[in-house]
């Protein structure tokens, strides 16, 4: 599914009007059509029923004046109260607005304090108010609108986005609207699927309206990657599949005290379909790795009873690369200097593909020239916001603002593939395409998950998918195994271990048609 910005749809319907000749009347008329008919859906008969649309002066009120309209023909009580005077509407907006009976609208430019015994009497809100245009804080007769929307504490629909949602971003502009249903035109906004636009959207619904199809492939913007986007990306297993043809993953992990984080790495790596798993760890935790990953080889490396890697351990760990399909570096190796060494010395060295996390992603920051030395190579990445935030020398705060920004220009400088972790977790690729991640759950917000994440994406790129595949799928299975889990065991109390063990039964189903 394909999501766009707010801008991005301005200039969507902008090219529909001009270039195509589709009247603006009409997109208008279709889209209050779809709000009808999912109110009609989910609420039932309009029989005794008050839906109380709030529309503001804008396109998004004169949806709403569509929807008062279609809504009294199915039986409805619908009234409108407009946060605006009749003579601020313009354009399409107000056409429709003249549509309406006598008596069905009232005007609140002012104020809302005498105007509360409407909210009070609906059973359904339409929030009309704002739509996708807008940008900065919510305040006013508009903000005041969103307070009793919020306080009434009936079913509300959103056109198209909720009031006070920025379309671009997900982010809450000071307040929003909590709608239990959102109707979103043409096609979803970014702000429809980030959060915590997302959480405000309640359930999601994108309706066609009549925009073009050449309008639609040709928009820019983000990929969501749902189940049914998972399943073409999954390439079932061939049934004549041995080991040697499924890929062979090095994984360099582990510390003292951080030997968790290598078993999960590598058991995930099997579980997610690698041929073979061969684990480099310090010599000192090589018995207990042993023990805690029975399908995966171990390798031993440095001074016997040595409990992190050093740099004179480089050698051995080429060694150890040659003929595998791909290595990751980085969990639980630890940040003493010598394992730093090693870790750059090794980014710069390894010819084939190499996935970055945790300690491994540490240790670039400090030197991300060394990113730019592996162009040709695949190289990807997988960065809590913390760890984008030391990438980039920016605040947590700055790359939470802009997610996809961050990503996006982060990939496209270095040409990396890039996850950059979270809920609605950000893919991109070197060529400037987004992804954004539509599996997983509040349960995965312990420790232990980006270890398995990283053994889910090199034991796709191990078995031959392509980067962004391997990306844009391995986020997917990963969160998909922990919504399974959900199912089963709830989100509480959810450990890693968990959802490494649920990787098989989701990837699974991604088979099934």
């Not at 396109?59 to 279609?70: A, E, K, M, Q, T």
């Not at 986005?161 to 109707?183: N, Q």
Request: hydrophobic letters at 45%; charged letters at 15%; aromatic letters at 4%.
């Amino acid at each position: 599914m394909k999501v766009v910005s707010g801008q991005v749809m301005q200039l969507m319907d902008q090219r529909a009007i001009r270039e195509f000749a589709v009247p603006g009347l009409t997109l208008m008329e279709n889209a209050g059509m779809a709000c009808a008919d999912a109110i009609s859906d989910s609420f039932g008969s309009g029989e005794g029923k008050s839906a109380l649309i709030v529309a503001g002066k804008g396109n998004n009120g004169g949806d709403g004046f569509v929807i008062s309209r279609l809504l009294a023909q199915r039986g409805w009580q619908a009234p409108v109260l407009l946060i605006a005077s009749p003579g601020e509407v313009s354009g399409d907006a107000a056409a429709n607005l003249s549509r309406l009976e006598p008596g069905v609208v009232t005007c609140a430019p002012q104020g809302l304090a005498r105007h509360a015994g409407l909210f009070q009497g609906a059973h359904l809100i339409v929030d009309a108010l704002l739509g996708t245009g807008v940008k900065s804080e919510v305040t006013g007769v508009y903000g005041e609108a969103i307070d009793l929307i919020n306080a009434a504490d009936v079913p509300v629909l959103a056109v198209d986005i909720p009031s006070g949602v920025d379309a671009g971003t997900g982010r809450v502009l000071g307040r929003a609207v909590k709608a239990e249903l959102t109707v979103s035109f043409a096609l979803a906004k970014l702000g429809n699927v980030l959060y915590p636009g997302a959480e405000m959207c309640g359930r999601l619904l994108v309706a066609e309206i009549g925009m073009p199809g050449v309008v639609v492939a040709e928009a820019d913007g983000c990929e969501f990657v749902d189940l049914a986007r998972a399943k073409e990306l999954f390439r079932p297993r061939p049934v004549a599949a041995h080991k040697g043809k499924s890929g062979h993953c090095l994984i360099v992990a582990g510390s003292t005290g951080k030997s968790g984080a290598a078993a999960m790495a590598a058991n995930s790596a099997v579980r997610a379909g690698a041929g073979l798993v061969t684990l480099v760890v310090p010599a000192g935790l090589n018995a207990v790795l042993e023990a805690k990953t029975t399908e995966a080889m171990t390798v031993p490396a440095g001074r016997s009873g040595a409990g992190f890697l050093r740099a004179g351990d480089l050698e051995g760990l080429l060694k150890a690369a040659e003929g595998k399909n791909v290595v990751a570096l980085g969990p639980g190796l630890g940040g003493a200097a010598s394992t730093v060494y090693l870790l750059h010395s090794l980014v710069a060295s390894l010819p084939g593909p190499l996935v970055l996390d945790a300690d491994g992603l540490n240790a670039v920051a400090a030197a991300p020239e060394l990113l730019l030395a592996r162009r040709g190579r695949v190289t990807v990445l997988t960065p809590h916001p913390g760890e984008m935030a030391r990438l980039i020398g920016a605040s947590v705060a700055q790359v939470e603002a802009d997610r996809i920004g961050c990503a996006r220009d982060f990939a496209g400088r270095f040409q990396v593939h890039l996850i950059l972790k979270g809920a609605r977790s950000v893919i991109a690729a070197p060529d400037g395409s987004v992804a954004i991640n539509g599996s997983g759950n509040p349960g995965m917000a312990t420790g232990g998950m980006g270890d398995v994440l990283t053994g889910v994406v090199a034991a796709l790129v191990g078995q031959g998918y392509a980067p962004f595949d391997a990306c844009r799928l391995g986020a997917f299975a990963h969160g998909y195994a922990a919504d399974l889990l959900v199912e089963r065991k709830g989100s509480q109390g959810m450990n890693a271990t968990d959802v490494q063990e649920m990787l098989p039964p989701a990837l699974s189903r991604l088979s099934r048609p």
